[in-house]
């Protein structure tokens, strides 16, 4: 979309052709978005790990551990539909001014897990949305 107007601002105001000009930029920035999405996809977190001291946050391109003192909050949700019950439980994680979130297959037990491993300061909250 910002390519063909783009294209359009340049045809209007500089008499640049629209073609083959219009529709280089057009194809450049859709091959721009595209790039974009596929590198920042590989730093998207696949897998949260607890232990008592750390919080381990993986992705395709690397590990990051955070340390549990750090941690100031969980939220789990859990949701799905009337015809098949809950199926998805989303890990929502706070630490000084970052948020991590990451969603998952239905961990029913996920919440009174996290209660006992973690510290007491950490706040596990949990909620089950209605099914829709």
């Known amino acids: 979309m910002v390519g063909v107007l783009l ?3 340049l045809w209007k105001f500089f008499s640049v052709p629209m073609v083959p000009h219009g529709l280089g ?7 721009l978005g595209w790039l974009l999405g596929t590198v920042s996809a590989v730093y ?14 993986r992705s ?7 340390n ?6 969980v939220q789990i949700t859990h949701s799905g539909d009337t015809d098949s ?21 239905h ?10 491993l ?7 909250e949990e909620e089950w949305q209605e099914l829709e």
Do not use: C, M
């Open 7 to 9: 294209a359009a601002a």
């Open 25 to 31: 930029i057009t194809g450049g920035l859709f091959v």
């Open 44 to 57: 998207d977190v696949t897998e949260v790990e607890f232990t008592p001291q750390n919080v381990r946050l």
């Open 60 to 66: 395709g391109a690397r590990t990051r551990t955070v």
């Open 68 to 73: 549990v003192a750090d941690l100031r909050g």
């Open 85 to 105: 019950g809950y199926r998805s439980t989303s890990l929502q994680l706070t630490w000084h001014d970052e948020r991590q979130k990451l969603d998952g297959v």
């Open 107 to 116: 961990d029913p037990t996920l919440a009174s897990s996290l209660t006992r």
């Open 118 to 124: 973690l510290p007491r300061h950490v706040t596990v």
